[in-house]
């Protein structure tokens, strides 16, 4: 798919050798620039994780200059590289990650991604009150961060190809955990008037990860429907029509009093046991697993998802997409640190594809892709989403008997005009687009919808499997119809295996791959994550589908693209099963405290709940911190001069950090520590993300003027290009809002629409509204 591109990669640690990992798996030829010390993954634990994200790789030491020269995309860590590469390479394509981004007040501030988790709203939103606030395990903002950088990346590189001009991708990794690891929160607050709430408003979901006799089961209610089904599999229908219990709010006020309900029930039952009731009851549920147990899972064993590495100490997942009729490339050895500075030689005429000789205008990657969009929720219309931001023209498509459910997760009520239209994820998800409903169960509305794959380019969908064969439009149906559409496909597990008609949401995913296992407090259960999922799995299914546009550029043809939501997830978990695999450690949770910074934790200080986290990556951090602690006497032990050190003596830390926290404000302790240097940042109410000073110098947020909601802010793509000044082009959709529009375009009449109105195959409203 990328074979023949060329990739330099300055980058260490997790993010920037991630981007360039999914380009090295889709057949690019990507060389590591590393110093003489090399990667400080290479001394990361056993370095296996190294080897994970550098498979397929070559390493030199040096400036590569003439490298550069050659390539066709380059990616940094170190934003000082950006203007003289820009300004030297006019077509190459520069890819840009830092923790806030080139520029703005806060370009230069410290922190690691346990602090950006603090600022993005990430740790705010999770845990009890009772409790300190919790950040997530797993370093998973590295991994988004990552993520989005490679479809960045190939998709400025597309253009490039196109029109001969290169790009600056500015990846900000703040800027990705404050979409992806939290939910639209400062949208919820402004479509509900800002709410006066106190405090950060932490919560778990409640049921969610429970006690069963022999683990823990995660356990998903999105809908009323769900929730309604797991009283009755509990065995307590008369607690439908309690009115509290429905809201999720006001459940987890009554949190204890309803899990003592639940977990009478499922401490009574074994996981496998409580699973197959939930299957009955067609309610998502799964285990929830860790480093030993993820390979063992019988979906993906079915499938063969973990391959032997290659240097054969571990299993580590396969590349989370597939597109028909191509291999994946077989994974090759990590690189040795400068193995090949001799050895590389690249030159103009050796290239599989030159970008354009002739110079032509610059436009949105994907601009004239028609996409047709049968997706839901949340990771799908966020996939969907990044392609309309790209130039897509994204044609979403509901039925009025069966909308997008996000709608329902609405301010309003039903009673309210118009509820459906004042859901903030579906807005967030799905500005950009244009909307149509048709019942495809129904034949005419069916013939309309193969009337539009017929002139679109792409079709996504991420239903169960079964739905789009019951609606009889599987990928031989659509490809006879269309021979050059690519055919996206989000399913939760997969399209095969045991597991293939099953319901997964986020919740499922985080604990059937560990990351659930690695959050929550060292003698307590595993807690959600709680938003990383479902945007990761959409920007997987992005990349892939820049891949198989790439692709049919060259060869006129279209494929199939899959993209099972859990094998995203499992990419960016597999260090659970990399670490146990090479070294036989199992990695568990504990609390705010990691196995990088030391210290690091979430801190109470004099506001009403009022905390701040903070991370001591370095020893010369360490002694910035004392220094403004003033060195107390408990600080100069010289057995905290080092990490190893510190981190056995954490609660002794902890404990000297409580007592000058809690006399200052959140802001003050994170001014005074950032003064020299030392990660910290307040932890912020998630509803607050949009208030943050780089995030609006970055234009993170953009207005959308809707017809129904008025104007909001909702943000926007977490990357820049430098010839873009605006993502949102367009509001999300209203309900069938473009049905004239767009069964015009494709050669209905008017006489037709109407009775396809009349005859309740497209409508603009709810049915029974």
Same mark, same amino acid.
């Given at each position: 798919?990328?074979?023949?591109?060329?990739?330099? $990669?300055?980058?260490?640690?997790?993010?920037?050798?991630?981007?360039?990992?999914?380009?090295?798996?889709?057949?690019?030829?990507?060389?590591?620039?590393?110093?003489?010390?090399?990667?400080?993954? /290479?001394?990361?634990?056993?370095?296996?994780?190294?080897?994970?994200?550098?498979?397929?790789? #070559?390493?030199?030491?040096?400036?590569?200059?003439?490298?550069?020269?050659?390539?066709? %995309?380059?990616?940094?860590?170190?934003?000082?590289?950006?203007? /003289?590469?820009?300004?030297?390479?006019?077509?190459?394509?520069?890819?840009? %990650?830092?923790?806030?981004?080139?520029?703005?007040?806060?370009?230069?501030?410290?922190?690691?991604?346990?602090?950006?988790?603090?600022?993005?709203?990430?740790?705010?939103?999770?845990?009890?009150?009772?409790?300190?606030?919790?950040?997530?395990?797993?370093?998973?903002?590295?991994?988004?961060?990552?993520?989005?950088?490679?479809?960045?990346?190939?998709?400025?590189?597309?253009?490039?190809?196109?029109?001969?001009?290169?790009?600056?991708?500015?990846?900000?990794?703040?800027?990705?955990?404050?979409?992806?690891?939290?939910?639209?929160?400062?949208?919820?607050?402004?479509?509900?008037?800002?709410?006066?709430?106190? =405090?950060?408003?932490?919560?778990?979901?409640?049921?969610?990860?429970? @006690?069963?006799? $022999?683990?823990?089961?995660?356990?998903?209610?999105?809908?009323?429907?769900?929730?309604?089904?797991?009283?009755?599999?509990?065995?307590?229908?008369?607690?439908?029509?309690?009115?509290?219990?429905?809201?999720?709010?006001?459940?987890?006020?009554?949190?204890?009093?309803?899990?003592?309900?639940?977990?009478?029930?499922?401490?009574?039952?074994?996981?496998?046991?409580?699973?197959?009731?939930?299957?009955?009851?067609?309610?998502?549920?799964?285990?929830?697993?860790?480093?030993?147990?993820?390979?063992?899972?019988?979906?993906?064993?079915?499938?063969?998802?973990?391959?032997?590495?290659?240097?054969?100490?571990?299993?580590?997942?396969?590349?989370?997409?597939?597109?028909?009729?191509?291999?994946?490339?077989?994974?090759?050895?990590?690189?040795?640190?400068?193995?090949?500075?001799?050895?590389?030689?690249?030159?103009?005429?050796?290239?599989?594809?030159?970008?354009?000789?002739?110079?032509?205008?610059?436009?949105?990657?994907?601009?004239?892709?028609?996409?047709?969009?049968?997706?839901?929720?949340?990771?799908?219309?966020?996939?969907?989403?990044?392609?309309?931001?790209?130039?897509?023209?994204?044609?979403?498509?509901?039925?009025?008997?069966?909308?997008?459910?996000?709608?329902?997760?609405?301010?309003?009520?039903?009673?309210?005009?118009?509820?459906?239209?004042?859901?903030?994820?579906?807005?967030?998800?799905?500005?950009?687009?244009?909307?149509?409903?048709? $019942?495809?169960?129904?034949?005419?509305?069916?013939?309309?919808?193969?009337?539009?794959?017929?002139?679109?380019?792409?079709?996504?969908?991420?239903?169960?499997?079964?739905?789009?064969?019951?609606?009889?439009?599987?990928?031989?149906?659509?490809?006879?119809?269309?021979?050059?559409?690519?055919?996206?496909?989000?399913?939760?597990?997969?399209?095969?295996?045991?597991?293939?008609?099953?319901?997964?949401?986020?919740?499922?995913?985080?604990?059937?791959?560990?990351?659930?296992?690695?959050?929550?407090?060292?003698?307590?259960?595993?807690?959600?994550?709680?938003?990383?999922?479902? @945007?990761?799995? =959409?920007?997987?299914?992005?990349?892939?589908?820049?891949?198989?546009?790439?692709?049919?550029?060259?060869?006129?043809?279209?494929?199939?693209?899959?993209?099972?939501?859990?094998?995203?997830?499992?990419?960016?978990?597999?260090?659970?099963?990399?670490?146990?695999?090479?070294?036989?450690?199992?990695?568990?949770?504990?609390?705010?405290?990691?196995?990088?910074?030391?210290?690091?934790?979430?801190? @109470?200080?004099?506001?009403?709940?009022?905390?701040?986290?903070?991370?001591?990556?370095?020893?010369?951090?360490? #002694?910035?911190?004392?220094?403004?602690?003033?060195?107390?006497?408990?600080?100069?032990?010289?057995?905290?001069?080092?990490?190893?050190?510190?981190?056995?003596?954490?609660?002794?830390?902890?404990?000297?950090?409580?007592?000058?926290?809690?006399?200052?404000?959140?802001?003050?302790?994170?001014?005074?520590?950032?003064?020299?240097?030392?990660?910290?940042?307040?932890?912020?109410?998630?509803?607050?993300?949009?208030?943050?000073?780089?995030?609006?110098?970055?234009?993170?947020?953009?207005?959308?003027?809707?017809?129904?909601?008025?104007?909001?802010?909702?943000?926007?793509?977490?990357?820049?290009?430098?010839?873009?000044?605006?993502?949102?082009?367009?509001?999300?959709?209203?309900?069938?809002?473009?049905?004239?529009?767009?069964? $015009?375009?494709?050669?209905?009449?008017?006489?037709?629409?109407?009775?396809?109105?009349?005859?309740?195959?497209?409508?603009?409203?709810?049915?029974?509204?």
């Amino acid at each position: 798919m990328l074979e023949g591109v060329r990739v330099v $990669d300055f980058t260490g640690e997790i993010a920037g050798p991630y981007c360039s990992k999914l380009m090295a798996d889709a057949g690019a030829d990507v060389v590591k620039v590393e110093e003489p010390s090399g990667d400080p993954l /290479r001394s990361w634990g056993s370095g296996a994780l190294f080897e994970y994200l550098n498979t397929s790789k #070559r390493s030199i030491h040096g400036d590569a200059a003439d490298l550069i020269a050659q390539a066709d %995309i380059l990616v940094t860590d170190r934003a000082a590289q950006v203007e /003289r590469l820009r300004d030297a390479h006019p077509r190459l394509v520069v890819v840009a %990650i830092t923790p806030f981004g080139s520029s703005g007040p806060w370009s230069q501030r410290s922190s690691t991604e346990f602090t950006l988790q603090a600022a993005c709203g990430s740790t705010g939103q999770r845990g009890v009150p009772e409790q300190a606030p919790l950040a997530a395990g797993g370093r998973i903002g590295e991994w988004v961060t990552g993520t989005y950088a490679a479809l960045g990346a190939v998709a400025a590189y597309r253009e490039a190809l196109r029109s001969g001009h290169g790009e600056f991708v500015d990846v900000a990794m703040l800027d990705c955990m404050a979409v992806t690891m939290v939910t639209y929160p400062s949208v919820f607050a402004s479509f509900s008037g800002r709410p006066n709430i106190t =405090g950060t408003g932490r919560s778990i979901e409640v049921p969610s990860v429970e @006690p069963t006799k $022999d683990g823990y089961a995660v356990v998903t209610t999105n809908s009323a429907q769900q929730f309604q089904d797991f009283l009755v599999m509990i065995g307590r229908p008369d607690l439908v029509d309690d009115p509290d219990l429905p809201l999720a709010a006001k459940r987890f006020a009554r949190r204890d009093e309803f899990l003592s309900i639940v977990h009478a029930h499922t401490t009574q039952r074994t996981t496998a046991e409580l699973l197959e009731e939930a299957v009955l009851y067609r309610i998502p549920a799964g285990p929830v697993l860790n480093g030993s147990t993820v390979p063992e899972f019988e979906q993906f064993d079915a499938r063969g998802v973990f391959r032997q590495a290659p240097s054969g100490r571990f299993l580590q997942p396969r590349v989370p997409f597939s597109l028909s009729g191509i291999d994946p490339r077989p994974f090759e050895p990590a690189p040795d640190n400068g193995e090949h500075t001799l050895g590389i030689k690249w030159s103009s005429d050796e290239r599989a594809e030159s970008a354009s000789d002739l110079i032509e205008d610059w436009r949105l990657p994907l601009t004239g892709v028609r996409v047709v969009d049968c997706t839901a929720w949340w990771a799908g219309p966020a996939a969907t989403g990044v392609l309309a931001s790209l130039g897509a023209d994204v044609i979403k498509v509901e039925s009025i008997t069966r909308p997008d459910y996000m709608r329902f997760a609405s301010v309003r009520t039903p009673a309210d005009e118009k509820w459906w239209e004042w859901g903030p994820v579906y807005h967030s998800a799905n500005a950009g687009k244009r909307g149509i409903t048709l $019942d495809l169960t129904r034949p005419d509305g069916k013939a309309t919808f193969e009337r539009l794959v017929s002139s679109a380019d792409v079709l996504v969908e991420n239903y169960t499997p079964r739905v789009m064969e019951q609606f009889g439009l599987d990928w031989d149906h659509v490809h006879a119809i269309n021979p050059r559409l690519i055919m996206v496909r989000m399913p939760a597990f997969g399209l095969d295996g045991p597991w293939r008609d099953r319901t997964g949401f986020a919740q499922t995913m985080e604990c059937l791959t560990g990351m659930a296992w690695l959050t929550g407090f060292s003698d307590g259960p595993p807690v959600l994550v709680r938003g990383a999922c479902d @945007p990761l799995a =959409g920007m997987h299914a992005v990349f892939a589908t820049l891949l198989a546009l790439i692709e049919r550029d060259r060869s006129g043809k279209g494929r199939l693209v899959e993209v099972p939501m859990v094998e995203a997830a499992l990419n960016a978990a597999a260090e659970q099963v990399i670490e146990f695999g090479s070294t036989g450690t199992l990695l568990g949770r504990d609390g705010n405290r990691g196995p990088g910074a030391a210290p690091q934790g979430v801190y @109470p200080c004099s506001g009403n709940d009022e905390w701040v986290a903070i991370a001591v990556a370095t020893d010369s951090q360490w #002694r910035s911190l004392c220094s403004v602690l003033g060195d107390p006497q408990w600080s100069v032990d010289g057995a905290l001069r080092d990490g190893a050190g510190r981190r056995r003596a954490h609660d002794l830390i902890d404990g000297g950090l409580t007592a000058w926290t809690a006399r200052l404000n959140a802001l003050d302790v994170s001014s005074l520590l950032q003064s020299v240097g030392v990660p910290c940042e307040p932890v912020i109410p998630p509803r607050d993300i949009a208030s943050n000073p780089q995030l609006r110098t970055r234009s993170l947020f953009e207005i959308e003027h809707h017809a129904v909601t008025g104007d909001h802010e909702l943000p926007g793509l977490p990357f820049r290009f430098g010839r873009v000044d605006r993502w949102l082009r367009s509001s999300a959709p209203t309900l069938g809002e473009h049905n004239d529009e767009v069964l $015009d375009e494709i050669g209905l009449d008017v006489t037709e629409i109407r009775q396809l109105r009349q005859a309740g195959v497209i409508g603009e409203k709810l049915a029974n509204s």
